[in-house]
């Protein structure tokens, strides 16, 4: 079975900074693409940033600034979403996603597997 294990959330300060982390299993982790999405209740889920395993490339969105790092340890077949400096707007859950396909992009309907998310809060 696939399977996406989306951890690392949890209440930070701040200005503080957290490293997400997607394990994966299930799926030929060097033939496929995993992305980092965000949602907030009432609100469209949000593509962040994305990795393909296959060659490295990553593609983030425009929106996204710099304080946010994808990157993948195939040893591990895992992917990592490092934040820094949050803020209060990036309180979402976060989740992870993946396709088995030479395809890159942050369109949620190209995922076909889907982690069950991880809570991020930011908050004093």
């Known amino acids: 079975d696939v399977q996406l294990q989306a951890s690392g959330g949890g209440l930070v300060r701040p200005g503080g900074s957290l490293t997400l982390s997607c394990a994966a299993s299930?799926?030929?982790?060097?033939?496929?693409?995993i992305g980092w999405f965000r949602q907030v209740p009432g609100k469209a889920r949000e593509g962040i940033s994305c990795i393909s395993n296959r060659d490295g490339s990553k593609y983030s969105a425009d929106s996204v600034e710099d304080r946010f790092a994808i990157s993948s340890d195939s040893a591990k077949n895992s992917v990592y979403l490092h934040i820094n400096s949050l803020q209060p707007e990036d309180t979402a859950v976060y989740y992870c996603a993946a396709v088995v396909l030479p395809l890159i992009g942050l369109q949620p309907n190209i995922y076909d597997y889907w982690g069950q998310g991880t809570q991020v809060t930011v908050s004093s």
């Open positions: 299930g799926f030929t982790f060097k033939d496929s693409t």
